[in-house]
């Protein structure tokens, strides 16, 4: 569940206890009304859906926010067509705390709808219009409302205004939402935020009132409805707005498309409440400020592959200086100390080779990301990051590191009787690794100039997409490079010494903070019993390399080494098999679709049976499911006493629901049962829940 939904569901959470039966009544009444008094064949008529509200009562908008939008199906005789709904200007919708729960209306309102007759229809008949209104209608809870409507209306050659619609159809049709040439409207946004730039063309002067109390409503959900927004004037009598993103809206929405409100009204004479918005977005990134007369946009997304390119080597060269990447700084600097001594040759060979692990470290991210993307994947930087395994292997394997700097072990010791050759080859094999090692710790960096470029890269074909993250890789490995190539450089490094030592010892600790790190985001991937193995399988690693730097110190007899190898390697494979992250086991209630049948079938078995009547669009549902079924007093009950659990999701119209809800004269949801073993009707909850309701329900 969303935040935003949580706090909305928590407000109404702590309303004061429903009933637990509500009559099964309507809080809004429709009828179809219509402009004109007679039809004329083949000409336009208006007519409206109109919805009388309740106090406290609303329906929804197009775009309802939490809720359901209303809905015409025509009947209509043949040659007859309808037009969709002309929505008028809608309210931020709020509940009894203040809470914002959506868009629509409240009152008397009016919906529009275009309906053209067929040219041949003969004047003095009677042609009797059908349709079928649905709609969300909530208060504290929410109910669907349906309903028939119709209305005859005579043919006639000429037709008059109807004396009671006609002046009001009218006035909603001139106060739809329009664009208008007083005002220009522009937008860009980045990844956060849309900003909406509205300002007047021609003077002010005139107006009844200055715009005020703006608000923008979204057709397509790109903006979050529940959350502020943000006005400041620009000075030349214009408006900025800052329009929160929604997580759950269109990712790759090309225009911002909706209605901008104003209660003082856009024109001179204080009418035309809102203002319609179609525009497309300006191209900018974070950080970026609203256009306006006076300035341009800054920080402009790269306007070429060359730019972009450039972005990613600055932004390689300052992944040097991010703290994910410091240890391996570490490791590095140690290894151009220790050769420093040595020719130059050596320390130049050492240099590329560590080049070329980054390099086709890259690549092998660039292509594994070239591969996924054309199977359909989306993907962000660092997604490496996303899986548990990938996130405890990594650990396990800064650990190690870490405690081979900590002087618990040594790699590379003749336990293995390798040749000074051999060694030597080793060692350039370690300088390839620590490449390896600086991409994979580097990669969940966005440092300054490297995100623009990595969102060009997720975007470019894929030759383009390799070579930008060549550029990055190159970036990463020039200082490295820089120290190998040019020996003064090396020169001016320390010789090696007994410090080195105490250098390579305080060096581990930033490895163990990354340890400390990446078990804490394992934690938020598995459950707390996977994270708590996890933990365990990381100190039996540690365990298993003490055992092999313990038996295998220099001078250690052949057969103490060979068990130290196998002892090590062994506790080592355990605290791997212990910590290794696998799917949480279940620890929510299994939902089975609710029927009478199923009902049925469950109390044969003398089971305890829980139903929940729920739908999407109720607040209060998604209240009583983040109370109740996040205790895990509730869930190990609800476990070990095996409840069978039911849900009747009634996010859509389904009569078979509609008539379990009157059989108990409920008319909205949440709704709750419970069945006890041999008990002939249910125990019936309120609409708000807690734990110990529940538990006292199922404990019968």
């Known amino acids: ?115 053209t007759p067929p040219a041949d229809l003969a004047p003095g008949t009677t042609v009797e219009l059908k349709a079928s209104a649905e709609w969300l209608m909530c208060e504290e809870v929410c109910m669907p409302g349906n309903s028939p409507v119709k209305l005859a209306l005579p043919v006639a050659a000429h037709a008059a205004p109807d004396p009671t619609f006609g002046p009001r159809l009218a006035a909603v049709l001139a106060g739809l ?46 903006i979050a409805y529940e959350l502020p927004q943000i006005t400041k004037p620009d000075g030349n009598g214009g408006f900025a707005l800052t329009l929160p993103i929604s997580a759950d809206g269109p990712k790759d929405a090309p225009k911002l ?7 003082t009204g856009w024109l001179a004479d204080g009418s035309l409440r809102g203002l319609r918005v179609e525009t497309p977005f300006a191209s900018v990134t974070a950080n970026s ?27 390689g060269l300052i992944l040097n200086l991010m703290p994910c990447v410091f240890p391996v700084i570490g490791i590095k600097i140690l290894g151009f100390v220790n050769q420093s001594g040595h020719e130059r040759s050596k320390v130049v060979a050492h240099g590329l080779v560590f080049a070329l692990g980054v390099l086709l470290s890259f690549w092998t991210l660039a292509t594994v990301l070239a591969v996924l993307r054309a199977g359909g994947d989306q993907l962000g930087w660092g997604f490496q990051l996303q899986s548990p395994v990938f996130v405890f292997g990594l650990a396990a394997v800064m650990l190690i590191f870490a405690m081979n700097m900590s002087g618990v072990f040594e790699f590379g010791l003749s336990v293995m009787g390798v040749g000074s050759d051999l060694q030597t080859k080793s060692g350039l094999a370690g300088s390839f690794f ?97 994270s708590l193995m996890a933990l365990f399988g990381l100190v039996l690693i540690a365990l298993g390399a003490w055992i092999y730097g313990r038996y295998t110190a220099p001078g250690a007899k052949p057969a103490r080494a060979r068990f130290g190898v196998i002892a090590g390697a062994a506790v080592l494979a355990l605290g791997a098999w212990t910590g290794w992250p696998t799917p949480p086991a279940p620890t929510d209630v299994v939902w089975e679709k609710w029927s009478p049948e199923a009902v049925a079938k469950l109390q044969a078995e003398g089971r305890t049976i829980y139903v929940d009547f729920t739908a999407r669009w109720c607040a209060t549902c998604q209240t009583n499911k983040k109370i109740v079924f996040h205790s895990e007093d509730v869930l190990k009950f609800f476990r070990d006493q095996k409840i069978a659990t039911l849900r009747g999701d009634w996010t859509n119209k389904d009569p078979q629901i509609t008539a379990e809800l009157a059989k108990y004269q409920r008319s909205a949801v949440p709704f709750n049962q419970v069945w006890l073993p041999g008990k002939a009707e249910p125990v019936l909850l309120p609409e708000l829940l807690t734990p110990g309701i529940v538990l006292a329900a199922v404990k019968g």
């Open 1 to 115: 569940m969303k935040v935003s939904r949580l706090f909305v569901c928590c407000a109404l959470a702590l309303a004061p206890l429903l009933p637990a039966a509500r009559a099964a009544t309507s809080h809004v009444q429709a009828s179809l009304v219509a402009a004109d008094i007679a039809i004329q064949p083949g000409q336009p008529l208006t007519v409206a859906l109109r919805l009388i509200h309740d106090a406290h009562w609303h329906t929804y908008w197009l775009n309802p926010g939490t809720g359901l939008v209303t809905e015409i199906k025509w009947s209509l005789p043949p040659g007859w067509t309808a037009g969709d709904i002309q929505w008028p200007a809608p309210k931020v919708l709020k509940d009894r705390t203040g809470t914002v729960v959506g868009h629509g209306y409240e009152g008397d309102l009016l919906l529009p709808v275009t309906l």
């Open 177 to 222: 939402p329009r664009a208008d040439a007083a005002w220009k409207i522009s937008a860009s946004r980045d990844a956060k935020n849309i900003i909406l730039a509205v300002s007047p063309v021609g003077p002010t002067a005139g107006r009844a009132s200055a715009p005020a109390d703006l608000h923008f409503f979204s057709d397509d959900n790109l």
């Open 257 to 263: 498309l909706g209605v901008l409100t104003s209660e």
């Open 289 to 315: 400020k609203p256009e306006t007369k006076n300035s341009k946009p800054v920080n402009a997304a790269p306007a070429s592959l060359a730019a972009t390119l450039l972005l990613a080597l600055v932004g």
């Open 434 to 530: 620590t490449g390896v090692l600086a991409t994979v710790v580097a990669t969940p960096c966005s440092a300054p100039f490297l995100a623009p470029a990595l969102g060009a890269a997720l975007t470019l074909s894929t030759v383009e997409s390799f070579a930008v993250f060549t550029a990055i890789a190159i970036g990463l490995a020039t200082p490295y490079l820089l120290l190998s190539i040019f020996p003064a450089a090396v020169k001016i490094l320390p010789r090696p010494g007994a410090w080195m030592e105490t250098f390579k010892q305080f060096m581990a600790f930033p490895l163990y903070a990354t340890v400390a790190y990446l078990a804490w985001v394992l934690a938020g991937q598995t459950s707390e019993s996977g």
